[in-house]
């Protein structure tokens, strides 16, 4: 059973930057694809970006060209960068199996505001 924690949230003004931060207690990322979602209040869960084992991403509409996942499959940590960050991305951020089949950890707490 593998734990992935997140990290790396914060407060952060229109237009700043972060990166979040994945971390599996094994290695997992070469065999499986991983994901990151994110839920704001009152809205479901929604998926923001995907790498595949063999490296293939995919994005959101609302994130693509400002959002970047990547990998080190040697540390087993995923990385989400985001750039040019706006309000609508205010959200707690939660990473877990492409398909979901994860247990939801407790995410990390990413708010844009001035």
């Known amino acids: 059973q593998v734990q992935l924690v997140e990290s790396g949230g914060g407060l952060v003004q229109p237009g700043g930057s972060l990166r979040l931060s994945c971390a599996a207690s094994?290695?997992?990322?070469?065999?499986?694809?991983v994901a990151w979602y994110r839920q704001s209040p009152g809205k479901q869960r929604e998926l923001v970006a995907a790498?595949?084992?063999?490296?293939?991403?995919t994005y959101a509409d609302s994130v693509k060209g400002r959002f970047t996942i990547s990998k080190d499959v040697t540390k087993n940590i995923v990385y989400l960068q985001m750039n040019s960050l706006k309000p609508e991305d205010t959200a707690v951020y939660y990473c877990n199996a492409y398909d979901r089949s994860g247990s939801w950890g407790r995410g990390t707490q990413v708010t844009v505001s001035s």
């Open positions: 790498i595949a084992s063999g490296g293939s991403t």
């Open positions: 094994r290695s997992i990322f070469s065999i499986n694809a």
